[in-house]
């Protein structure tokens, strides 16, 4: 008993100390806070009654904001009002504009991937393509949302953007600008009648479109599913709600992602309902360095959980969450904050490294001085990985035969091939009873 007193004390001792310790410390930090923050008010004062011209106050504060925020990592961001608005339109599935996703990696804004079916696709736009200028004005250190700005616009307007790419000297592509209404879900039935299902954002309504979409290949196919090519190739991400639901229709039960916090106490586990759409078809599914956030989500439970095969190149990389907060109803814009790190069902997190297929094969050889260097990990500022593990790029990568045409698919055929012959070993277990 008296050793347990006496270590109670200790124990008393030792934090109320370090309660003074942390007092003094929290107050220390406040004030280091407000010295910063009238520093910040000396400057801007300084710059309103001295710079050479009148400067716009709004467009100051926004851009520290957005400089504070950009320090932080490179998916956290201030949205203004006009850009809040943006982005609820497009998570609906509906905007104007080329139909490209951007980030902004080494000061450029450069293509994570092209839309499925708009306009920036159809010109050819490919994801590490970098935009260095939009009808003639640098994009260079802009932003983001400067870059998009200028990009959007209305429908049937025609717009230059430079793009600069390895391997060939910036040229210039004139695309018209559309209503891009954007199709989650492409499906369709592929050679030797092999059900293919593309996913390529994650809006609201890509899990309702996604069950459509087996529901009519079943209907095509004359009976349930013998298996499913799923492409996530060049998809950028989305909605996490949907990315679990997504991946509950190929799942009985478990786990499909969990997300922590700074605080490890806020973990949050998201989990499948019984049931599987394809009752334990096989799926082999597509992934590249355009395949991003939700959809690395859903390759990553897939493949944990043994209901698919991953084929492809490397996944962009990034296992981080960020949460929308409106600001005074969203009247101010909002913050977009990265608040978590997700985690497949295995407990891996891929921030920075992304996702290796377990069977590497390549869209296309490289092309000369062409540099394989697109990933979350080269983005400015980007998060590291929790345990300094870095990105490994694949040396058994399987490229197309030198005479494969240019216009064919050969990740797609490689998939083919792969699920066929994970069909006919399925059959042949049942035709065993299983043995």
Known sequence: ????????????????????????????????????????????????????????????????????????????????????????????????????????????????????????????IEPED???????????????????????????????????????EPFDVTIVRAIIEVRSVIYRMEANNTPYLRITTFNEHTTEATMRALNDLSEAYGGPLPGLVLDLRSNPGGLLDQSVSVSDLFLSGGEVVSTRGRDARNTYRFNARPGDVLDGAPIVV??????????????????????????????FGKGSMQTVIPLRGGRDGALRLTTARYYTPSGTSIQATGLEPDIAVAFRRPREGETNRFSEANLRNALTHESGTERREREDMEYPPEDWPADEDYQLHRAIEQLSSMMERREARAGSGGR
């Open 130 to 168: 970098r935009i260095i200028a939009v009808d003639g004005e640098s994009m260079i250190g802009v932003g983001i949302d400067v870059a998009v700005e200028r990009m959007r616009g209305p429908a049937g307007e025609p717009v230059t953007i430079t793009i600069a790419r390895d391997g060939v």
């Open 286 to 315: 597509l992934i590249n360095a355009g395949s991003a956030s939700a959809s690395e989500i859903v390759a990553g439970a897939l493949r944990d959980r043994e209901r698919g095969v991953l084929m492809g190149t490397n996944s």
């Open 1 to 124: 008993m008296r050793l347990h007193i006496i270590a109670s004390a200790i124990a008393f001792g030792i934090g109320a100390a370090a309660l003074a310790v942390s007092a003094q410390g929290e107050e220390r930090s406040r004030d280091a806070t407000f010295r910063q923050l009238e520093l910040f008010g000396d400057i801007l004062s300084r710059i309103e009654s001295d710079y050479v011209s009148h400067p716009d106050q709004v467009e100051l504060i926004e851009a520290a904001i957005n400089g504070m925020l950009g320090s932080l990592d490179p998916h956290s961001a201030y949205l203004n009002a006009d850009a809040f608005q943006d982005m609820q339109v497009s998570t609906r599935g509906e905007y104007g504009g080329l139909g490209i996703e951007v980030t902004l990696r080494d000061d450029f804004v450069t293509v994570v991937s092209p839309i499925a079916e708009t306009p920036a696709d159809r010109a050819g």
